[in-house]
């Protein structure tokens, strides 16, 4: 029997003339390069647009002036498994607790409505923005993209941008503008590629979403078990068909792997993110090359080790703050037993032998 195939919900506003922006960004203008007619054979409309208008991504560009710009930036975030959660008339910021209800087997994309309506014909103010505790507790549990059915993570009236900061630190990637009007709650397929504009601070998007196949005994959008009815005897069909049902599928696209690689040496080496070659661009040629030492404070270096074990806490149950990060076991295995062998050889230089097990 044929599978049904998946809803498409569009999430996207309509662009048009008056379409709103930020106040002072480049309204949507069309106006027609050639028409139909007895000197042409199509129509050819010529378009003048912040890329900013409607639903769109922002890039690194668009909050740091050494951040890639959106045709750079890995395609992996906007593509996938996410989470649509309602955080309806809740206040201007979308704080933790809010989300609360929601946080269980977390999808490393998160799209948040906080509008019974989404308001798509006016500019608005007073829209919501995240919390950049928010933000940075999201990331903390391994979320790669936020969305929001307002025009900024941030206030409108913010002058310092927490938020997009945070996200700037964390690497994180940002939707601005949904319509998740008539979106249930749920987890879905997320599709929202922005454009290839290789030196541009953002790009509209058209962003879908797309209901999950369901698991055998659960709802459209209830997590998927992937091993609940595992064969005794597996077949390779069942292993592709189980395969298929693992919530975990989608996070292969945010590795570099060949397509016929099943890769299981995670410890020795693990696969290479797609996003690090550019964090590791940015860290070395803007962070250090430009930023020099500023960059402990300025970039967040100086508690770095806080923020990654703030991380690590999320995923062994600990509470922000409780975990710390350093150098490797080795590596500080090496730095005790030099300083061991340093005050050995003040206090009895005859012993020269160091034994380890």
């Not at 949507?28 to 390069?33: D, E, G, L, P, T």
């Not at 987890?187 to 998007?205: M, Q």
């Not at 996070?251 to 696969?271: K, M, Q």
């Not at 990060?325 to 340093?342: M, R």
Request: hydrophobic share 45%; charged share 25%.
């Amino acid at each position: 029997m044929p599978a049904t195939p998946s809803r498409i919900r569009d999430i996207s506003p309509p662009v048009h003339e008056g379409a709103p922006v930020f106040p002072g960004d480049t309204p949507y203008r069309q106006r027609w390069a050639a028409r139909i007619g007895p000197d042409g054979p199509v129509n050819v409309g010529e378009l003048t647009l912040s890329p900013h208008v409607g639903a769109h991504a922002d890039a690194p560009l668009h909050y740091d002036p050494e951040g890639a710009a959106i045709g750079l930036v890995d395609l992996a975030p906007f593509l996938g498994r996410c989470r649509v959660v309602h955080v309806i008339d809740r206040g201007p910021l979308i704080a933790w607790a809010h989300l609360a209800h929601a946080l269980d087997d977390l999808p490393p994309r998160v799209l948040v409505r906080t509008r019974a309506r989404a308001v798509v014909d006016r500019w608005d103010p007073d829209l919501v923005a995240f919390a950049p505790d928010t933000i940075e507790r999201l990331a903390a549990r391994g979320v790669t993209l936020v969305g929001i059915d307002s025009a900024s993570v941030d206030p409108a009236t913010s002058k310092t941008l927490d938020s997009h900061q945070a996200i700037r630190r964390l690497g994180l990637r940002v939707l601005e503008n949904l319509v998740l009007d008539d979106v249930p709650e749920g987890d879905y397929e997320l599709i929202a590629l922005p454009l290839r504009l290789t030196t541009a601070d953002a790009s509209p998007v058209r962003a879908v979403l797309r209901d999950l196949p369901p698991a055998a005994g659960t709802s459209p959008t209830a997590p998927a078990t992937a091993c609940a009815d595992r064969p005794a005897d597996p077949t390779l069909d069942d292993c592709r068909a189980l395969d298929a049902r693992d919530p975990l599928r989608a996070l292969r696209a945010l590795f570099t792997l060949p397509e016929d690689v099943i890769y299981l040496d995670g410890n020795s080496l693990g696969a290479l993110p797609r996003r690090t070659p550019a964090r590791l661009a940015q860290t070395i040629e803007g962070e250090w090359g430009e930023g020099l030492i500023r960059s402990w404070n300025q970039a967040g270096w100086i508690d770095l080790a806080g923020r990654i074990g703030d991380r690590i806490a999320a995923l062994v149950g600990a509470a922000p703050g409780e975990v710390t990060t350093g150098d490797s076991t080795s590596v500080n295995l090496f730095k005790a037993l030099s300083a061991a062998a340093a005050l050995q050889k003040a206090d009895a230089p005859s012993r020269s032998v160091l034994l380890s097990e």
